[in-house]
């Protein structure tokens, strides 16, 4: 299998994330892709990349972009003080899927959550993905909690 | 029903917060309270009160503390580049509860998380809470998404 390579994402990889975030059967009706990309996509890059609590990660391949996602971490109280991670808008291109490279993610995620100190990995994951549940049990996460959405 | 005042929390709140975490019957075996707050709970507070996208909030009601919650903000490509409000560690004191402030509480968390532009509020609560999750769907939340946590 080819070398994945993670990096954190630079200004001009916007629009790829945008397509890749939009090459999925739920993401297909939430994002548009245009030529131009939008403002807020920019805000929202320009947002995540000055802010040292969250990172969005690029997964390359042969010089290709193949996956995505998001780290925050969130410091907290709970949990004797914990800080956790958090994983959101996990992608893997459309014809790469089922072929490891999210696994590497998140045994990637994973470690630097350790690296960091993190006591907690959390992600919500829609109940309609349910390959998506089994894939993360079989890395150990519990789904122990309702994930609650209000879209306002 | 006396009035609850909604502040964020000062350096001196952290023990009385803390108390709070554990007067739960999930949180008592996750915080352990000591006269001299252990190190790591003020890390986490001076962590979250330097962050701006990172908000813990104190209720108060005739001058005492009788909830906690944190909201955290996090800036997101997806859903067209909206930001969202995440709540975590909601408790509110174990002999008021059912009298209404939970209640008062997520309806100010929202009103906040609409000031401030955000498209989605989450949060993920405990599947042990079965009370707690009919509590969030009456106010409109849907429990759409499996909440899974990885312990490290």
Known sequence: MAEVV???ARRDD?????????DDGLGATRETVREDVD????????AI???????????????????T???TFIPSLSRRGAERMQIEAVRVRGDLRGAGIGRQMMEW??????????RLVQLTTDKQRAEAHRFYA???????HEGMKLTL
Chains 1, 2 share one sequence.
């Open 6 to 8: 993670f990096r954190e």
């Open 14 to 22: 916007v629009p790829s994330i945008v397509t890749l975030l939009a």
């Open 39 to 46: 403002a807020d996509y920019w805000c929202a890059f320009d």
């Open 49 to 67: 990349d000055g802010d040292p609590r969250n990172a969005l990660i690029v997964v390359d391949r042969d010089g290709e972009m193949v996956g």
């Open 69 to 71: 996602m998001q780290l």
């Open 109 to 118: 995620a994973v470690g630097q959550a350790r690296q960091r100190g993190c």
């Open 138 to 144: 079989r890395l150990g996460f519990v789904a122990s």
